[in-house]
Every structure is written in structure tokens, then in C-alpha cells.
């Protein structure tokens, strides 16, 4: 039986495990990218692991998402991350050069090479046949490091694309359907694989929008094969010798099929709070909206904002509505600019912003209050714009921009012929934004410079033996990191302060958390289905470990951040019966009683006591070999200690 190209990948950076659906394998990374709000954290736990030179082929560190410097904090880590980029052999991709995931795909990443980012879409990647996948900051640094990174071997769910888009229908409408029909936690523990004809129709952009967004379903990555459009992409970066063709096996066997049919599809939104909460945009046409905002690393392509440019020439943008563009790299703006698109996009009013995540991250342009705000983005998580009743809705470039000038939701379909947009043979080559580490025989020469605000990783203790907390907090299903660390303008700035920052865990849910947590000592979270979906910011774990959270205990988890809370030496535990959800409440004291002596002993099920109304509950906690022991020493760091001193880092 042949293999999937996810399987070809994988088997050829095996570094542990078995190849069995399910359990746990290691795999090499060739590369690993960081981003500024998690990276600080990122490069002080690599600094901490104590290895001076990274071991991969290729580390790049990038500046995109803390570029409003209202304070010196962000100025500070951008420093901080520059020198230590500079000692450790890292690429620093300097502010101004664009979003991570759009200048990884145009300037370093190759078809069939592991990367892992501290950025849950780095499986944008996956649009050039990369098996791109997103981490906390402590297993990039440890990947740094040379060992490997930890998955569940994925079930891989092939979506079998045919047919060709309608005019005015994009790759923001495939994945919307996607989201539409797996939801946002259908994805977990799989690599979505496209193939199929209607694949060979997609350019590499289009592509890299629909594996950007599979971190909204929770999945392990997504991947295209890569092929003569892959190729035409990378020789027009002027990369033609880092394609290698590469797809699946005809005879290759999926553990899921869904079919799509391109041309069955129509332009679509995914409204609040979730991007999978999907509507036509046909039958919402007409509802009047406040704000646009175009870009961010779904939708901040060159043909992306060609598209915009030619919706807007020589219109202006409706009264009552704010348009912001954010293009997506430095590559992209410079392009605009040469060929007069740009001049098209400021004509029409356009609010130009830089090339970073900007309002995608809640970097300024927050709506009005209850403003509806139309964005090119990934996620829509109520209050992640910096305006807790804003209602934001996800679409394509298309229908945000005729919407601008419009006023009111619009289908793009209604502007009669499209125009077609080629991709350029050639884009234009500049990587002067992006600074080479120093040569290894001058690295100790290079001096880190830390700002005030840089405080160390939170200390973490082994796993003691009885564990008596509060319940100090009990939510809903659905979660998102946007919930338990917020970000933001205002907090962003705190991200290399775990102390600071943990003033704020929570605080969308009920800010009175952060104090009663700290004043308990040592408490538990409850929660619902999918807890931790979004961002793979260890922060979401870092704070609530700042404040003595011990176990969170939910009906099921998001991968990333049940990595994250394994990583900070909290444990994960899931209900055995999801109907025991109701027999903890808030300010309920529960004892975990001889935990360490059963997880050493590999015990992954154990009762829980409800002190306070007397309940026995049974709670999971599947811990692989290496989580077992990464839980038992604390954390990720104090194991990958242990284990550099007995000369493994794995
Ligand atoms: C996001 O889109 O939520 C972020 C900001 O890019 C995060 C990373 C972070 O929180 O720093 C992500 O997606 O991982
Ligand atoms: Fe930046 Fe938004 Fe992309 Fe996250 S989703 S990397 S904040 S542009």
C-alpha cells in the first residue's frame, strides 16, 4: 500500500517512536521560525537549555507582532531578540519586514522540510508542501537544541478537492466550507492532506490561506503536494533549486475522505465568536458594517491585496466605514508600490498600516463599540480585537473590499466579470531586512542585551507526591487562549513578564481570577470541550502556573496547549464521564491523592476527591513515556536539563 505524502514526510525525520496510529513519535526539525510575542520567552528557555549554537538548518527569528512600541517594552524585546539571535545562529528578520508566515513561505521555507514555529498557523507552510507545524516557545527552543519535537502519530484526513472556483470565490470561501463541515475542533490530532484535481488550480497563496486557517480546526498541520505551481512559486522568489516534486501515493490509504467540489461553492463569512460558525455571504448581504480590515497571514498575499486594489481604483471608501490594510510582507508592499496598486489602495481611502499582524492581534484599529468589522483573518474570538462586543466576521479579500466601498455586507459576485490576477514570474528580491547570525567563531563576542522588562521563566518543582487545591475557576466548551491570556495592545507589551502578565489570565472571563487564584496558593481550572483551541502562546500556561494552578481538569483538550500546560508541569486531565463536569464547582476543594506514585507507576486513570460534596470522579491523563517523565520533573526545561546532563536531549 502506498503512503501519504504526510507518511513520506514523517518516515524520513522519524528520530523516535513507532510508526502506529496514536502513539507518540519523535521528529526531527529541519527548521523552526519564532515570532516577537512569543520568541522572548522562546530564545531566554533556549539561553536556559544552555546550547550556544542552534543545531537546525535553518532558525529565523521575526518581528511582526508587538510593532506598536507604546511603552519601551516592545523596543526592548526586539533588541533582546536580535542579539540572541545574532550569538545563536538565528536569521532575524528585523520590524517592517513582514508577518512570519508570509515571509517564511517567500524567502526560506522547502517543499518536504519539518518546521515548527512558536505560532499556531506555521502550517502556512503547508501551501509549498511543508510539514509545518505549530509549538509552544519551549519545544522550538528545544528543537534549537537538536532534539526532536513530540506529536500523536496524526490520523490524516484527506480532502479530495475537484472542479475549479466561480469568479469572485476564493480560498478563503474553501476553508470556510472546511471549517463549516469539521468544525473548529474536527481537525484535532490530524493532518489535513488536499489533493485531487481542483488542487492543480490553486496557486501557492491560495493554498497557503487554506493551510494557515486548519489551525481553526485544530489540526496537527495541513498540507498540499507540491508540484509545477510549487516550483513557478519558489523560481519566482528566485528559489527554483529548493523545489523537489512531491505528492502522495496514487494508491495511498486515508484515514477520512471529504470531497469538495470547487465549483459548487459560493462566497461565505464565518461570524462571531468562531470561525465556524459559517453563513452564506448572500443571505447576510445588506447588513450594514462599520469597519474592513485586509491582510494578516491568511489573506496578506500580493494577489490577495491585488484583488482589493482592483476593487477599489477609483472608488471611495463608504462614509461610515474604516478601511485598514496590513500587507503581508515587505515584499508584498514593495510590489504594490512599484506597479501603482498602492496608489489605488491610498486614492480610495485606505488606512495603510505596516506589514505586520497589526489588528489581527488587537494592535490597534479596535471597532466601535458592538461595531461590526469585516476582516480577511483567521479568527474572530469575541474580544481578541480589543473591543469585547465587537462583532467581527471572517471573509475573503473579495468581499471585504466591495463591502468597503459599499457599506454594507456585499457579494463580490454581484461586480460582474473578475478580473484575472497572474501570479508574477518575478517577485522582488530584497532580504535586507533580514540580518545573518554572526559566523560561530565570533558569537561570543556578541553581547545580549536584556531590557528591564525581560524577566526569567517562571520556577517550576517536581510533581509532589498529594495534590489539595481549590477549583479556583470553572468555563464553558471552547476556550481559546484569547480567554485565559489575553493579548492586545495593552497586554502584549508584558509578554517577556510572566509575573506582569498573569495579572491579566482570565480576566475575560471573570476578572476577579488572578487575585483569588494567587490569594488560594494552589488551585485547579475546570473546563469544557476543546479548552486552550487558538494561539500556542505558553503564556496560556506560564500565568496560570505563575498563579499555583496545579491540574486543569476539562472534558477534552486543544493539542497545542495541552502540550503548553505538560511543558509548564501542570496536568492535563480529561473527565472519564463528561457528565462529571456538574459534580465540581468553583471554591471546591479536590484531592488527587498518591498522584506522583501512580503516574510513575503509568497509571493514566485515577479518582479524584471532591472534598467539599464528598464526589469520587474519574479523570484521564494519557501521558506518553516522555510526557510522564516531562510531568514528573516539573516541566519541559527542568527535563531537557536533566537529560542534556546525561547527553540526550530527546
Ligand atoms: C495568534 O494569532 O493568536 C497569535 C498571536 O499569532 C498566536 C501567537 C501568540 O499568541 O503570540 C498564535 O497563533 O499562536
Ligand atoms: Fe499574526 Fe494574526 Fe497571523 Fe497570528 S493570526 S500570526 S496575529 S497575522
Redesign the pocket.
Known sequence: MGLTLTEKILKKHLADGEFSKGSEIGIKIDQTLT?D??GTMAYLEFEAIGVPRVKTERSVAYID?NTLQSGFENADDHRYIGSAAKKHGIYFSRPGNGICHQVHLERFGIPGKTLIG????TPTGGGIGMLAI?AGGLDVAVAMGGGAYYITYPKILNVKLSGKLSPWVSAKDVILEVLQRLTVKGGVGKVIEYTGDGVKLLTVPERSTITNMG?ELGATTSIFPSDKITKQFLEAQKRGEDWVELSADADAAYDEVIEIDLSALEPLTACPHSPDNIKTVSELAGMKIDQVCIGS?TNGSLADLMKAAHILKGKTVHHSVSLSIAPGSKQVLNMLAQNGALSALIDAGARILESA?GP??GMGQSPNSGGISLRTF??NFEG?SGTKDGQIYLLSPETAAVSAVTGVLTDPRTLGDMPRFEEPNEFIINDNMVEPPAPADQADAVEILRGPNIKPFPATKPLEENITATCSLKVGDNIT??HI?P?GAKILPL?SNIPAISRYCFTVCDDKFPERAESLGESMIVGGINYGQ????E?AALAPLHLGVKAVIVKSFAR?HRSNLINAGILPLTFADEADYDKISEGDNIELANIRKQIEEGKNEFVLNNKTNGAGIKVNCDLSGRAKDIILAGGLLDYTRESLSEGDIN
Do not use: E, Y
Open positions: 515570532q510575542a512569543t507582532h512558536s505560532d499556531s498557523h505549530g489551525a497571514c499582524c489581527c492581534i483567521n479568527r481578541r487562549t484569547d491570556m493579548a509578554r487558538g494561539s500556542s502562546r503564556h497545542i
